[in-house]
């Protein structure tokens, strides 16, 4: 079945710090990935997707096939990350298809 | 464009009652989501709509939940009757045509709904 496991509920780093928020996939095809993020008082929107190989407010993530992760990482995090992110995985099931998310982890930046 | 609309932002009702949560998707999308956000599970999805046609229902929780998309501009998310464990954030999102799973969706600013 396919599920996304997002280990870490919260995730403490001070400013400056690298910053690596995990994700794990299940999925039998070839994936689709996708990291959205939620700052306080906003929508939740689109952060990056693996298809698309960028840089996003300077977040990177790169889907590892073997280890079936897509980690998401930041080499000096800003207090401005602090935020909630949700690593998602296409499901081709249905017409269109939607996504599968995870349940999320909360960056905490401390200045 | 202001974007996907939700209403009410936040509904404060007692067990047993009605309640309708309402969006308007973004002009010209034609895939419509319903999530709902809590602290233990998540952002689980509820149902999905393909030109207001429900795609996969699988996520409903039970039969008090029911969701409908009379046209390209509106849906709806009934619970009845509601009950404490539903208090949640409920999300509307929707997607533009063409490049499904692969393209963004774009997110409601959600409804906090909180059942006494």
């Known amino acids: 079945a396919q599920r996304v496991t997002q280990p870490e509920k919260l995730l403490s780093v001070f400013k400056g710090a690298p910053v690596e928020l995990k994700c794990n996939y299940s999925y039998s095809g070839s994936p689709e990935l996708f990291w959205y993020v939620q700052y306080s008082r906003q929508r939740l929107q689109l952060l990056l997707r693996h298809i698309s190989r960028e840089s996003i407010k300077g977040f990177t993530a790169d889907l590892n096939k073997g280890e079936t992760s897509f980690h998401l990482k930041k080499p000096f995090a800003q207090e401005e990350d602090s935020a909630m992110y949700y690593c998602?995985?296409?499901?081709?099931?249905?017409?269109?298809?939607?996504?599968?998310f995870g349940k999320g982890t909360k960056l905490s930046v401390k200045p | 464009d202001a974007g996907v609309i939700q209403s009410p932002r936040h509904e404060v009702t007692e067990m047993g009652q009605e309640v309708t949560l309402r969006c308007k998707p973004i002009?010209?999308?034609?895939?419509l989501f319903w999530y709902r956000q809590t602290m233990m599970r998540g952002l689980e999805l509820l149902i999905y709509f393909n030109n207001n046609v429900p795609i996969d229902d699988s996520g409903m929780p039970e039969d008090r939940f029911s969701a409908k998309m009379p046209n390209a501009s509106f849906s709806t998310l009934k619970i009845q009757p509601s009950e404490p464990r539903d208090s949640a954030v409920y999300f509307c999102?929707?997607?533009?045509?063409?490049?499904?799973?692969?393209?963004?969706?774009?997110f409601g600013p959600g409804t906090r709904l909180t059942v006494l």
């Open positions: 998602a995985l296409g499901n081709y099931g249905g017409s269109q298809g939607n996504l599968i």
């Open positions: 002009s010209g999308h034609n895939s």
């Open positions: 999102a929707s997607r533009r045509p063409g490049l499904g799973v692969t393209d963004t969706q774009y």
